[in-house]
């Protein structure tokens, strides 16, 4: 059986426009069809507009909004990203708002160990073979001996299959001290085959969360999310 969930995506039902349909009617001129004649054209609602790309954005939706970031560079590269996930999901935020609507996936670690140890094969496939996979490191909260090499095996795939990966953590990942998804297979693995990114230097947006403790992230206590499973309008 096929595990694809479609969310379909409505409009909002306080709208004054579109009384929640997320759609309204315009008269438009239509020479392609009618010259010189205005015709009454159904369009999507601002607020349906909106909804649409919230669902895409999924968890980076309530993110900062930035006016550029160095990441949009690195789309179709593997990178290992280091900066805190505040941070980060703005980044992020902007470069699937600044990029062709590229189906993605993004996978907490923890999740990842859950899905790997699930029989859920076909939701296992569709992560492996995702164009493009975001893997947020350090936010399970105990020693698990399988997680690194679960890591390892989703990377290697879908470099073998020249898929991208971008991978995030917060912490000195290759200090390897109290960092359960550590291993030195993964640490050389990083260093040899992904582009090392760090997202601290830019002191203007970091400055917010630098002295507050990193915190896993929010809305990361469900299931494996496959946000991308939506039929989007264009
Ligand atoms: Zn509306």
Redesign the pocket.
């Known amino acids: 059986m096929k595990s694809t969930n479609y969310n379909f995506v409505n ?2 039902p306080n ?1 004054k ?6 759609y ?1 009617h315009k008269l438009e001129k239509r020479p392609d069809l009618y010259k010189d004649v205005e015709i009454t054209v159904c369009k999507r ?4 507009i909106k909804n649409e790309q919230d669902a895409y954005l999924g968890i980076v939706a309530g993110a900062k909004d930035l006016k550029s970031s160095k990441l949009i560079d690195y789309l179709g590269k593997n990178i290992f990203i280091t900066g805190t996930n505040e941070v980060f999901n703005s980044h992020l935020k902007y470069c699937l708002l600044n990029s062709k609507r590229i189906r993605y996936q993004i996978v907490l670690d923890n999740n990842l160990i859950d899905l790997w140890f699930s029989d859920d094969v076909e939701k296992q496939k569709e992560l492996v073979s995702c164009p493009f996979v975001i893997l947020k490191l350090g936010n399970l909260g105990y020693p698990n001996q399988a997680l690194p090499g679960k890591i390892f095996e989703l990377l290697n795939e879908r470099t073998v299959t020249g898929k991208f990966t971008w991978v995030q953590t917060y912490r000195d990942f290759h200090s390897g001290q109290n960092i359960h998804e550590y291993s030195s297979e993964l640490d050389t693995m990083f260093t040899n085959k992904f582009i090392k990114v760090s997202l601290g230097a830019d002191k203007k947006q970091t400055k917010a969360s630098s002295n507050s403790p990193q915190k896993p992230d929010q809305g990361s206590a469900g299931k494996l999310r496959n946000i991308n499973d939506r039929i989007l309008g264009s």
Do not use: A, E, N, R
């Open positions: 409009g909002d709208c426009k579109c009384k929640g349909t997320g309204v609602c601002d607020c349906l």
